[in-house]
């Protein structure tokens, strides 16, 4: 569904991202990690339209999309959210959405429409529907899902998620990885998501991707990336063995669900 083929960006003599290949499978959730500064962010912003590519490709669906602008992307089919929620404090949560939906949306849409695609994708999200509820009541648990309705409301085939459950509890955690697993099952969207925390990470994704310096290290199921040397080396380091232990009992459990299916 996307495919990203050498992708290098260079900002100046610095290159952030080099070479980098890969491909989404419609339907799947891919994970995006490695440590700060490896490149992930840079990744995003150039397949969303941020940046444009130094050299390389950026697919959706076959047509190139490298170096269109942010609001050409998004109209293609590909919605992302931020890391820091930036909502229009003037305005409701069903306006934030609601406006992500009239300008994001791939064909035109009416007023009336882009507030029947902001009320559903509020719905999916747990979010109030009600034209008076303020963004100013929402807390960091709530400005995420107002982020990721946003994204949702324009109705798009691809989402990039970036670092969904930064600033929440555990309890929000597991909350928000389970939407996005819901996301794809209910709406069929293809998710790419870019996030820290392994343990809950690992739970939801089919297949991962790791960068580090800019470069693709590894990439496989959570179970081949958990158990990777280099991986270990650059990245997990001492929680390498938390997050096997997370692997091995999310396969026990799709086990289990088969068995029982």
Request: negative net charge.
């Amino acid at each position: 569904m996307l495919s990203v083929d050498r992708l290098t960006k260079k900002f100046g003599g610095f290159t952030a991202v080099n070479e980098v290949s890969f491909e989404l499978q419609r339907g799947e959730i891919l994970g995006l990690i490695g440590p700060n500064g490896s490149g992930k962010s840079t990744t995003f912003n150039v397949i969303a339209g941020l940046y444009a590519p130094t050299s390389g490709s950026v697919r959706l669906d076959g047509r190139d999309i490298g170096g269109l602008p942010p609001h050409e992307v998004c109209k293609l089919g590909l919605a992302r959210t931020f890391q820091i929620p930036r909502p229009f404090r003037k305005l409701s949560i069903l306006e934030n959405a609601s406006l992500a939906a009239y300008y994001g949306a791939s064909e035109p849409v009416s007023r009336a429409q882009a507030r029947r695609n902001a009320e559903e994708a509020l719905e999916l999200i747990g979010l109030p529907r009600d034209p008076s509820a303020s963004v100013d009541g929402l807390g960091a648990a709530g400005l995420k899902k107002l982020e990721m309705a946003r994204a949702l409301a324009t109705r798009p085939k691809v989402l990039l998620a970036d670092e969904s459950l930064g600033g929440l509890d555990e309890s929000e955690m597991e909350q928000a990885a389970q939407m996005l697993k819901r996301i794809r099952d209910e709406r069929g969207i293809t998710i790419i998501w870019v996030e820290h925390i392994m343990g809950v990470l690992m739970k939801v994704i089919d297949r991962c991707l790791v960068l580090d310096h800019g470069e693709l290290i590894a990439q496989g199921s959570p179970t081949d990336v958990a158990h990777d040397p280099r991986v270990i080396e650059v990245y997990l380091g001492t929680d390498a063995q938390a997050v096997q232990q997370q692997v091995l009992a999310r396969d026990a459990d799709e086990a289990g669900q088969g068995a029982q299916s």
